[in-house]
Every structure is written in C-alpha cells, then in structure tokens.
C-alpha cells in the first residue's frame, strides 16, 4: 500500500498539478466539440471514449486526495466543490436525470481549483460579497427613487418606457447599461426639454460612482488576499527554517561525545583527586 506522505506529495507536485490543469482543458475542448455534428459524425466515437478516460481521471484524482488527506478532505471547501463537479459527470446520460448531462461542460470549473491564482481571485471575490451587497443595496435604492420620480414625470410622455415602476426600473437598468439611452431621452426631451438634468444625474450617481464603488471593493479585496497569501508564504518559510534549525541541533548534540568519568567537564575527576589527597 502507498504511504500517505508520497501520495500527498505526488499530489502537491507541480507536474501533477500541471498534468491535471492539461486534462481539464482537453476535456473541455472535446465537450465543446461535442456540439459539432460534423465532428460528431468524424470522430464521435474518440471523443466518448476520452470523455470517459477524463472523468476516470478526476474519479481516481478525487480518491487519492481522500486517502492522502482523510478526514482533512472535507474541511476544505474546494474538495467538495470539485466532488459535486465530478459527481455531475457520473450522472447517467439517459433517463430523467440526463438532462444534467448538459452541465459537463462545468468540469471546466476545475481549473479554478488547479490554479492557485484563480482560487485567489475567487477567494477575493467571496471575500468581497458583504461589501458588494452592501453597494447593490445602494444600487437598487437609487434606482426606485429615480423609476418613482421618473413614473410621475414622464409616465404620460412616454409609457412605453415610463408607464409603470416595473416598466421604468427596466428603462433605467437600460439607461444604467448605457444601450440605446439617447433614444429614450430624445423621445423625452421632446416633451420636457430639462429631462436631460434627470438623464444626465442618473447616469452619474449609478454608473460613474456607485458601479466604480463595485471595482474599488474587489480590488481592495483582492490586496488583502494578496496579502494574506504572502504573509502565509513567510510564515511557513519561518515555520520550514525553524524546523531545519531544530533538526540541525539535534544532529550537533548527536555528533558531541558523551561525558566520561573522570572528565574535568562533570566534575567528578576533580572531587575523586581531592579525596584521595585527603
């Protein structure tokens, strides 16, 4: 049976993880070509076949970071992140269930968990939901203020875009986008000449200040798992060199010769002189 150690440390070795990155996109090129009935009609068969040899490789990938870790495996998320992924491949392709089929494609995912820096990314980005929220919150309020005010000003002019809030939400969602906004606000204009401050205002708080607010969260989350990430470098660093010192002291202890009788270092060759004098 493998040792635990060199299991783990094949599957921490960066030509393993390199050799897993490969597969993950060759099994997401040869999913997308799944879709071509000319490449289907060429080589279909070939295809299934590797479809089948990569998801063998993710089963046994999966299996031996269970044996290397065991009760560790499940303490981290992005392990069962990766089983779910792997477990949709296992569905079978007829039945009710083959619908799920379609989401093979999501193996591909995988390369967020085999690249270190995209697992950074996605960790800045979970680290960044409360403040996004937060900004989201912002975002929606603005928006009901601007749908109710721009309802009771517009909504005759215009009821096509301005008729009803649910219908004035989705123009300025439109408006925020910035597709076809000069349109709307011509058609409005026509009517009420000032409707350009409304256009104008709305335009700057939503999509030049509160959507940038968005940008400044992730970056400043994505500095502090920076951060994280390089703090944690130089604690194991410390942690690695502290440990070489010990095994390197230990050595030296080991090589010294033991205390013999009689030695002046113990004493005891100078206590047996003075008795014998006596």
Known sequence: ?????????????????????????????????????????????????????????????????????????????????????????????????????????????????????????????????????????????????????ATQWFGRTAPAYFGEIPTSLFTLFQVLTGEGWPDIADQIMDVHPWAWIFFVAYILVSSFVVLNLFIAVVVNAMDDESTSAEEQRTDDRLKAITEELARLHAKLDALQPPARAGDPADGSGTSASLSNAS
């Open 1 to 149: 049976m493998l040792d635990r150690e060199r299991v783990r440390a094949l599957l921490a070795h960066p030509r393993f993880e390199r050799a897993i990155t490969a597969v993950i996109l060759l099994n997401a090129i040869t999913i997308g070509c799944e879709t071509s009935s000319f490449v289907m009609g060429w080589i279909g068969e070939p295809l299934h076949v590797v479809d089948r040899v990569v998801v063998g490789v993710f089963v046994l990938e999966l299996a031996a970071r269970l044996y290397a870790h065991r009760g560790a495996f499940f303490k981290d998320p992005w392990n069962w992140f990766d089983t779910a992924i792997v477990a949709i491949a296992l569905v079978p392709a007829s039945g009710p269930a083959s619908v799920l089929r379609t989401l093979r494609i999501m193996r591909a995912l995988r390369l967020v968990t085999a690249v270190p820096s995209m697992r950074r990314v996605i960790s800045a980005l979970l680290a960044a939901i409360p403040g996004m929220a937060s900004i989201l919150g912002l975002l929606i309020i603005i928006m009901y203020m601007a749908a109710v005010m």
